[in-house]
């Protein structure tokens, strides 16, 4: 098993600029979690999922978007990139609640 | 609302304890975690520890919970250089999932 896999590993942005942040698990895991990490202040929850076809908000959905059409993907969605997004992303995913499996991570700079 | 407070500095001398705190202001979290982060890489659970224990040993590390304080801690017996890394506490509150900032741990050999 890949376990929880996330690309790309870095990225730079110019503001106003899209992009996507890819994740997977070959886990066949219904929760799967978009986490941002900015230094001093711990995990923040973005976005997460508890099946294919639903999404729901967390603590700072603000400037982003999620889909889930299918089990394994969960990709998170940037439509106009803020100096305020720069941070480190970390994707998870569980079998229910509770144990979280975390990917790698993605380094973001908005310049 | 739910919050966990952590100190964020640790530093250790190799084959000493250590001891990492975290402190919570909602008691409701089902299951309390504590993951490592090594330097570069994502979150590793390290164990958990259920709500209704108050002790939790696996190996060289045993979690403490009491409740009537709402105090966390994470103790590492015969601390390893290896064991450098940022720890985390974290509770779940319902859909609400709240880590705290990470401990930063130092083992200077």
């Known amino acids: 098993n890949a376990g929880v896999t996330q690309t790309p590993k870095f990225r730079i942005l110019k503001i106003g600029q899209s992009m996507t942040l890819q994740c997977a698990q070959d886990?066949?895991?219904?929760?799967m979690y978009w986490y941002r990490q900015d230094p001093g202040m711990g995990l923040k929850l973005i976005y997460y999922?508890?099946?294919?076809?639903?999404?729901d908000k967390g603590e700072v959905p603000n400037g982003y978007n999620v889909s889930r059409s299918t089990t394994e993907d969960f990709p998170l969605r940037l439509e106009l990139a803020a100096p305020s997004q720069t941070s480190v992303y970390f994707c998870?995913?569980?079998?229910?609640?509770?144990?979280?499996?975390f990917g790698p991570g993605t380094r973001l700079t908005v310049l | 609302g739910e919050d966990v407070e952590q100190s964020l500095f640790l530093s250790v001398r190799e084959g000493d304890s250590s001891v990492i705190n975290c402190t919570y202001t909602?008691?409701?979290?089902?299951?309390l975690y504590w993951y490592k982060q090594e330097p570069g890489a994502g979150l590793q659970l390290l164990t958990y520890?259920?709500?209704?224990?108050d002790m939790k040993q696996d190996q060289r590390l045993t979690v403490l919970l009491n409740k009537k304080d709402k105090h966390l801690s994470l103790r590492i017996a015969d601390t390893q250089t290896g064991d450098s890394a940022i720890y985390f506490c974290?509770?779940?509150?319902?859909?609400?999932?709240?880590f705290g900032a990470g401990t930063i741990l130092r083992v200077k050999s």
């Open positions: 998870a995913s569980s079998y229910s609640e509770g144990e979280q499996y």
């Open positions: 886990m066949n895991h219904n929760y």
């Open positions: 999922s508890v099946g294919a076809g639903i999404t």
């Open positions: 909602d008691s409701s979290s089902t299951y």
């Open positions: 520890i259920f709500s209704n224990m």
């Open positions: 974290f509770g779940e509150y319902g859909n609400k999932l709240v």
